[in-house]
């Protein structure tokens, strides 16, 4: 949520990404070994299609052709590209798979004999995590990228196994792929067969483990507003004036309550009004640290549609994000990332609307907003998994494990943040009556992993891992 109005957005650039599931593919072909027991196929395309780019981005799809099953731990794919310096060093990093990316591998090596487009490889290996491919199957989407360790420029159009315009997913012979150490699919650079005993098939130069991971997660599990154990870990409930909102509204931390369902407890954010400034109640949680940067951010959140009591209509705001202060007008150093739902409409919207937006910068007066958003203009009344993830490339925004937006580097904070919920009335004018009426939001859980990018699947598996061994609260993140 922004703490000033997010209408007449602009740069606003819609992105919304649909993920494409493992789809059986067609029949694959194999050039390098006949396809018998142990077979597999590869389909590339590349999502950063740039003779240049931030970052290389290709993606793969692995099927076994075969005729018996495949422990994908036994498969590796090999990517060959030419370093732009003999002193580079480059980093890998999953983005999103079907499979997981805890399950998928990425480390860098030197084939045996470089030639002038090949000089370096990235190694794509499995854990036994990722499982089996029975005949026929499919990994489904690997959405893999890597980039040079200081963030310099990779110039990809010299690169042996880069396809500009491969930007569908199709067979790709210029990746090979070995099964137990033996080659079936691709053609390797001149002199560069994976299974040539000269070439080392353990990489060189694996990439650096991944840093940060340290996480604050709470599953709210308090008494009241007043629970000493809230303020000790670490959240402030607004009761301070000013915006956003409704003029002469109050930040009301009585209407903040933890209340039992279905054996949890959950934090619900009541915004409450009579038709007037002063009779309006807003609501509003937030981290008293600001220490939150790149990392991994979730929490499922209970959108509703209607007032638990009284007429509906209002103009409601409902939200998760973090942000931090704008020191000045157009600072660029200001950073806010929100998941707003306005269930009655609001900003120009006549109905249901859900937006992602990432922040630059903006002017309070006059109104100016430099920023790029995603929406989708539907209900999302009900419980609902939103996660933002952001790294040294990108914002990306999830809801209920589906891709909602992908947002551009530009945007990426500069200092730390706060986590903040809140809830609130951008104005009066959408119900006039006065007769009184509430909206809940309701927060089951909150989750922030420091420096790391988790799909989905592997933040649901991080809170039943926590929910399992009993833990509700914990913080590890260093002050920043």
């Not at 004036?241 to 959950?266: E, H, L, M, R, Y």
């Not at 959408?430 to 699947?457: C, E, I, N, W």
Request: negative net charge.
């Amino acid at each position: 949520m922004s703490t000033r109005p997010t209408g007449r957005r602009s740069r606003a650039v819609l992105a919304l990404t649909a993920l494409t599931g493992s789809a059986a593919l067609a029949t694959l072909p194999v050039t390098t070994a006949s396809a018998s027991a142990d077979g597999v196929a590869v389909q590339y395309r590349t999502s950063a299609s740039g003779a240049t780019a931030d970052q290389s981005e290709p993606w793969f799809k692995v099927r076994n052709t075969g005729s018996s099953t495949i422990q994908l731990s036994q498969v590796k794919v090999r990517y060959y590209f030419k370093a732009d310096s003999p002193t580079a060093t480059y980093r890998f990093a999953c983005s999103w798979a079907v499979r997981g990316c805890a399950a998928i591998t990425g480390t860098f090596g030197t084939p045996a004999h470089p030639t002038a487009t090949a000089d370096r490889y990235l190694e794509v290996g499995f854990t036994p995590a990722a499982g089996s491919l029975a005949p026929g199957a499919d990994t489904g989407d690997m959405q893999l990228r890597f980039y040079e360790s200081n963030w310099q420029t990779l110039r990809q159009s010299d690169d042996y196994s880069f396809g500009a315009t491969q930007t569908a997913y199709a067979d790709w012979s210029k990746v090979t792929a070995q099964v137990a150490s033996t080659t079936v699919w691709g053609t390797a650079p001149e002199g560069n067969d994976p299974t040539d005993p000269t070439d080392p098939t353990d990489p060189t130069d694996p990439t650096d483990p991944p840093g940060g991971g340290q996480t604050l997660f709470d599953d709210f599990t308090y008494s009241s507003h007043t629970d000493p154990a809230l303020s000790a870990h670490g959240w402030s409930v607004r009761s301070n004036s000013g915006g956003p909102g409704v003029p002469g509204a109050t930040w009301d931390p009585s209407k903040v309550t933890f209340v039992s369902q279905s054996g949890n407890t959950v934090m619900n954010l009541e915004t409450s009004t009579a038709g007037t400034g002063e009779s309006t109640r807003h609501t509003e949680v937030l981290t008293k640290a600001v220490k939150f940067r790149n990392g991994t951010y979730a929490a499922r959140v209970r959108f509703s549609d209607a007032p638990r009591s009284g007429p509906d209509g209002d103009r409601l705001v409902q939200t998760f994000f973090t942000i931090n202060d704008l020191k000045a007008p157009m600072a660029d150093d200001y950073a806010e990332y929100d998941f707003e739902y306005l269930p009655n409409g609001g900003w120009g919207e006549p109905a249901d609307i859900l937006y992602t937006t990432s922040w630059e910068t903006y002017n309070p007066d006059p109104w100016q907003a430099v920023n790029q958003h995603s929406e989708s203009r539907q209900s999302f009344a009900g419980w609902h998994d939103l996660v933002v993830t952001i790294d040294n490339s990108a914002i990306r925004y999830y809801v209920d494990g589906q891709l909602f937006g992908t947002h551009d580097a530009a945007y990426l904070p500069e200092r730390p943040m706060s986590i903040n919920f809140n809830q609130w009335l951008i104005d009066l004018n959408g119900q006039t009556s006065t007769t009184p009426r509430a909206y809940d939001q309701q927060v089951d859980y909150v989750l922030h992993v420091k420096d790391q990018v988790l799909t989905p699947a592997q933040v649901a598996a991080k809170i039943a891992a926590y929910r399992g061994a009993g833990t509700t609260f914990v913080d590890e993140v260093p002050s920043s």
